[in-house]
């Protein structure tokens, strides 16, 4: 009996068992048989610990031997496929485009991916918001443009009015807390709410809040696609688009869920939509003095941000130390400060699809009493008449050497 896994499409055959009964088995036991011909022979082979790579087609053989000859002779054979099932190994939530610019005055599209890996089969993937399943409209593809989306009602909650302009939330006082009915809904409404502005120590923090609002919530559109990987599992992306509100999406929880055989009990990936507010920002040294290089680090936020927000620096009412009139990034480096920095003031815009917040920050640089006075320019080089006689000197020290 000869047990063989069949790989590479039926090309390559491996050997994973043989039973020799002839060779294994004692002669005259077999004799006590009154029917030579009804003895059977049964094999059993176990598979310990199953893993991907023991999916496929497998193969029996059984074969006698011809004791004139000494010959095998082959029987029967069989066939049976192995379908290995895997949970997935891993599910997370991102957003589509990281990092975001935010728009004050004007809607944009929004799209979350969940990318789900290491199951087999293809898993199902859904959406849900605040714990509901999301009604979503599948597409094949993306859709063109916010232009041909179109607004509906609210399908499983009220709009929050705490996260509603004030005067649009007053209008409706008079019939519970709903927008005035109209037989033309408008599509935007201009916002009441500016900014607002917070002490930290050390810094100024001032938060951007949309000129804009939606009375109803957009349509979701849904997309799902998945991909096999060389390890035999797939691996499956589903995507969630819509008209971004953040006067309504502020705070929202928004969760991936995937359902598979293998699973006893759902796996989820969850995130909550936050603007940035309050950035943590320190700086090195936090005595600078002429010469120094300086760092000004974002270190995290007064809340847990989602989507990563996207850093500029500025310097107020000036240009940045190299010329620039901005500069991306969570750092911002002043490589060797000349005095002329001292009281300046630099700004850190932190901004995500949801909201925009500015941080200010003043530097302060010290005399440097290893640098004589007026020997130091605004680009913090050596200067004065000092710098000038070493040149002089070593100009004239070249000149009577080669003559």
């Not at 709903?178 to 938060?207: H, N, W």
Request: net charge negative.
């Amino acid at each position: 009996i000869c047990f063989l896994q069949v790989t590479d499409g039926g090309t390559i055959k491996q050997k994973i068992f043989t039973f020799d009964a002839m060779f294994s088995t004692n002669f005259s036991q077999m004799e006590n048989y009154r029917k030579r011909e009804d003895l059977v022979y049964q094999s059993t082979v176990r598979l310990p610990e199953v893993r991907i790579s023991d999916n496929g087609p497998y193969e029996c053989h059984v074969g006698i031997y011809d004791r004139a000859t000494r010959e095998k002779v082959v029987l029967a054979s069989g066939n049976i496929f192995l379908n290995v099932m895997a949970p997935p190994t891993s599910i997370s939530v991102i957003a589509a485009d990281t990092p975001a610019p935010f728009s004050r005055y004007q809607a944009q599209n929004f799209t979350l991916v969940c990318v789900v890996s290491g199951g087999k089969p293809a898993p199902l993937v859904y959406f849900k918001r605040d714990g509901e399943p999301i009604e979503a409209t599948p597409l094949p593809e993306p859709p063109a443009g916010a232009g041909s989306w179109a607004p509906r009602n609210l399908l499983h909650r009220d709009l929050d009015d705490t996260k509603v302009p004030k005067s649009l939330a007053a209008e409706g006082e008079a019939g519970g807390g709903q927008y005035p009915a109209t037989a033309d809904p408008p599509r935007g409404l201009a916002a009441e709410r500016g900014s607002v502005t917070e002490t930290i120590p050390e810094t100024v923090v001032s938060r951007e809040f949309p000129r804009w609002v939606h009375v109803a919530e957009p349509i979701y559109y849904f997309r799902h696609t998945h991909a096999p990987v060389s390890d035999g599992t797939v691996e499956a992306r589903a995507t969630l688009t819509w008209t971004l509100n953040p006067q309504i999406d502020n705070e929202a929880l928004f969760s991936c869920e995937v359902k598979h055989p293998a699973l006893s009990m759902p796996m989820q990936s969850e995130v909550t939509l936050v603007a940035p507010k309050g950035p943590k920002i320190t700086m090195t040294p936090t005595r600078a003095r002429v010469g120094d290089t300086v760092r000004i680090l974002v270190q995290g936020f007064q809340n847990e941000v989602f989507p990563e927000p996207l850093f500029t620096w500025t310097r107020v009412g000036s240009r940045l130390l190299d010329g620039s009139a901005e500069h991306d990034g969570k750092e911002l480096v002043l490589e060797r400060v000349p005095a002329e920095l001292n009281g300046s003031m630099y700004r850190c815009t932190a901004q995500n699809p949801l909201g925009s917040t500015d941080t200010h920050t003043r530097l302060i640089v010290f005399e440097n009493p290893n640098i004589p006075r007026g020997t130091e320019d605004s680009n913090g080089s050596l200067t004065g008449h000092g710098g000038f006689r070493l040149v002089l000197a070593l100009t004239l020290t070249v000149i009577l050497e080669l003559t």
